[in-house]
């Protein structure tokens, strides 16, 4: 383990060096590389040079407890050399965790698409449920919320809402979301006051870097058009929304949230990378078989993840069979207890042996 931490250690300061070269300082995509590099790296280095000096600290107090003859300074000693022991302990646990094998798109941003699906205009409210608490989430996070794409529904629902999550670590919360999440309650639409199930899909691809999925100008089939549905006077007029077809794939993107058609064809090419980049992966993944898709599924659309029951105030993870009874504090953007359970689950599985252990 301690060879693992000393490379650790040693790579960090390398990048530190070489983010300090100028050649490197005025090159934009090595200099962001290097930075998430040194940002995945940074949370180990810093416990292992904690570990470091409490180990020191028990050292020092244990070689001076064998030369001490007062008893009073005798029994000091003996308590910081107990502190300093029992922090050693508790860091080298951390660090046990920490040399885990992490997803290398934790510290990514993130596409989120959600649909309404079973239950028609039901889902779609739900849909739009669902929004408004990542939304929220997003806002405890301190992350930043870009609509790329709305349908709204006559009812206030949403068919579908693709929006970008930006900030740091966005990716390591937000993919445990990807899945099927089914809703019990009474629709508005139901007069008689029965209880429906409805479900809506969430889809949560990392956002790639350009330098990743080189996106050639001759494969993209790019074409403007007219923006519709709210906005202003400036809708119908001005040539603002963008569809881009990717030809090798046949994927499409439909952006026209922005009046600019510069802003929507950067966030329209920026949704093609990250469902690119999706593509790769899973690509991936079929290669290497179960091993590395997780304990919590692989953010697949027709996975059941959770339910939502209104009526008792429940919500179920169905992963982790994790029921909390405070579904409005949930719906108001309070995930975290949900989502380092999830964290927690997954980590013991791989200390246990590995992510298959836990399917």
Request: zero cysteines.
């Amino acid at each position: 383990m301690i060879d693992r931490l000393e490379a650790i250690a040693r790579r960090y300061r390398e990048i530190e060096s070489e983010m300090g070269r100028p050649e490197v300082a005025s090159d934009h995509e090595q200099l962001t590389k290097l930075a998430r590099e040194q940002r995945s790296l940074r949370e180990t280095f810093e416990t292992y040079e904690a570990f470091k000096r409490a180990r020191a600290d028990s050292e020092s107090a244990h070689e001076m407890l064998r030369h001490e003859k007062d008893p009073e300074m005798q029994e000091y000693v003996r308590a910081e050399e107990r502190r300093a022991s029992a922090k050693v302990a508790e860091l080298e646990e951390k660090l046990k965790e920490l040399l885990l094998p992490k997803d290398p798109n934790d510290d990514r941003d993130v596409v989120v698409e959600i649909q309404g699906a079973e239950g028609g205009e039901e889902a779609a409210l739900f849909a739009a449920d669902l929004f408004r608490m990542y939304q929220k989430w997003a806002e405890r996070k301190g992350w930043k919320v870009e609509v790329v794409d709305i349908s709204p529904t006559g009812m206030g629902g949403f068919d579908k809402v693709e929006f970008e999550v930006h900030g740091h670590g966005a990716y390591s919360q937000l993919k445990y979301e990807g899945g099927v999440h089914r809703v019990q309650r009474v629709p508005k639409t139901e007069a008689q006051g029965r209880i429906h199930t409805s479900a809506a899909t969430v889809a949560v691809l990392p956002e790639a870097d350009p330098v990743e999925v080189e996106l050639k100008p001759e494969d993209l089939e790019v074409k403007t058009s007219t923006s519709t549905g709210p906005g202003g006077q400036s809708v119908n007029t001005t040539y603002s929304a963008i569809r881009i077809t990717h030809k090798p794939t046949g994927l499409v993107v439909s952006i026209q949230d922005e009046k600019s058609q510069l802003q929507n064809k950067e966030k329209a090419l920026r949704v093609l990378r990250a469902r690119l980049y999706e593509m790769k992966l899973a690509e991936q993944q079929e290669k290497i078989g179960a091993q590395r898709r997780g304990m919590v599924g692989s953010g697949n659309r027709s996975e059941k993840i959770r339910t939502y029951n209104f009526k008792e105030n429940r919500v179920t993870d169905h992963r982790i069979k994790l029921t909390l009874h405070r579904l409005d504090q949930v719906m108001a953007g309070d995930l975290d207890e949900l989502v380092a359970s999830l964290v927690a689950a997954e980590r013991a599985a791989q200390l246990n042996g590995g992510p298959e252990a836990a399917s």
